[in-house]
């Protein structure tokens, strides 16, 4: 059975840091596309980052670019999502989410991804 679960978020003030991880079970990773995305209370959710298959190629929101990294390590089934020069705006539940179909697609939609994690809550305040 496919699984996904996400682990790292907490409460950080603007300016900090934290690391997401997304870890998987029941399928290999290597073959997945994994996307992160985050909804913030009473907005849609929305597309992060995006690492294809290998991990050679990655995408993100224009939001995010600089700030924040995804990678991962097929070999321990776990995505990561480093995030610095947090803002109180990128508070929100970040998820994780795995699409088999289209490997090397960086398209940052999330109607592509077809299995989700249950989400940790990260919350950027002072």
């Known amino acids: 059975q496919l699984q996904l679960v996400e682990s790292g978020g907490g409460l950080v003030q603007p300016g900090g840091s934290l690391r997401l991880s997304c870890t998987v079970s029941?399928?290999?990773?290597?073959?997945?596309?994994i996307g992160w995305f985050r909804q913030a209370p009473g907005k849609e959710r929305e597309g992060v980052a995006c690492?294809?298959?290998?991990?050679?190629?990655?995408n993100y929101a224009d939001s995010v670019k600089g700030r924040f990294t995804i990678s991962r390590d097929n070999g321990k089934n776990t995505v990561y999502l480093q995030m610095n020069s947090l803002k109180p705006e990128d508070t929100g539940v970040y998820y994780c989410?795995?699409?088999?179909?289209?490997?090397?697609?960086?398209?940052?939609?999330?109607?592509?991804?077809?299995?989700w994690g249950q989400g940790t809550q990260v919350t950027v305040s002072s």
């Open positions: 690492s294809s298959n290998s991990g050679d190629n990655t």
């Open positions: 989410a795995a699409d088999p179909l289209r490997p090397m697609l960086l398209d940052l939609s999330r109607f592509r991804f077809g299995s």
């Open positions: 029941g399928f290999t990773l290597d073959y997945y596309a």
